[in-house]
């Protein structure tokens, strides 16, 4: 299965300018065969998911892009979201008592919202996001390059926050992934794989 894991939509990413039909329509269009919406620091709040999901034929997984006293990091599985700015050690901490998993997203991005090199001194950090859709392909090969040379699971995504972006990165998976804990299970052992969208829709192409 192929899913964009870091997705944005406009009711709930001020900085974004995508309405979740939209982006779900996309998604079908390119051959994704799931998405995951992770707003900034909440959680996508829709009593319809299941209905879109079946209406696009897509399946829709919630997590959250929680930003740390570091940087953004994508967790799935968490239960609430932090009353304070934590450290993303914290982070990393509680989500592995939840048995979820994180995702350094776009670490190397000069906006002051990547972690950076503390991806190798984090213990418990499920995967590296080395393919960000709005990241230069200078700082996505200083994620690549630094989570290959430790050995951390890889990951990629789109971080779309309209239409046309989604899926330009995504994640594969050679499993059926039909629920949260199906994500979560394949993200912590490591068995997934960035891909890129070639242009033509259900082709993606492995970038490791």
């Known amino acids: 299965m192929i899913i964009d894991l870091h997705f944005h939509t406009d009711r709930f990413s001020p900085c974004s300018r995508m309405p979740l039909s939209e982006g779900l329509k996309r998604a079908k269009e390119i051959g994704l ?15 319809n998911l299941q209905l879109l999901s079946d209406v696009y034929g897509i399946k829709i997984f919630v997590g959250t892009e929680i930003y740390t006293k570091e940087g953004d990091i994508l967790c799935f599985g968490l239960n609430t979201i932090p009353q304070d700015r934590i450290t993303a050690r914290e982070l990393v901490q509680r989500m592995e008592t939840l048995g979820g998993a994180t995702v350094a997203a776009h670490p190397f991005r000069d906006n002051f919202r990547g972690i950076g090199e503390l991806i190798v001194n984090l213990p418990g950090l499920t995967a590296v996001e080395a393919f960000n859709g709005n990241t230069s392909d200078e700082h996505n090969q200083m994620a690549l390059d630094l989570a290959r040379e430790k050995g951390i699971p890889l990951t990629g995504s789109s971080d779309a926050h309209s239409a046309e972006r989604v899926g330009i990165f995504a994640t594969e998976f050679p499993g059926v992934i039909e629920n949260m804990d199906d994500l979560i299970r394949a993200l912590r052992s490591g068995d997934c794989t960035p891909v890129r969208f070639t242009g033509e829709p259900g082709c993606f192409k492995s970038l490791v």
Do not use: A, K, L
């Open 33 to 47: 065969d799931g998405v995951c919406i992770t707003e900034h620091d909440q959680f996508h709040q829709n009593d």
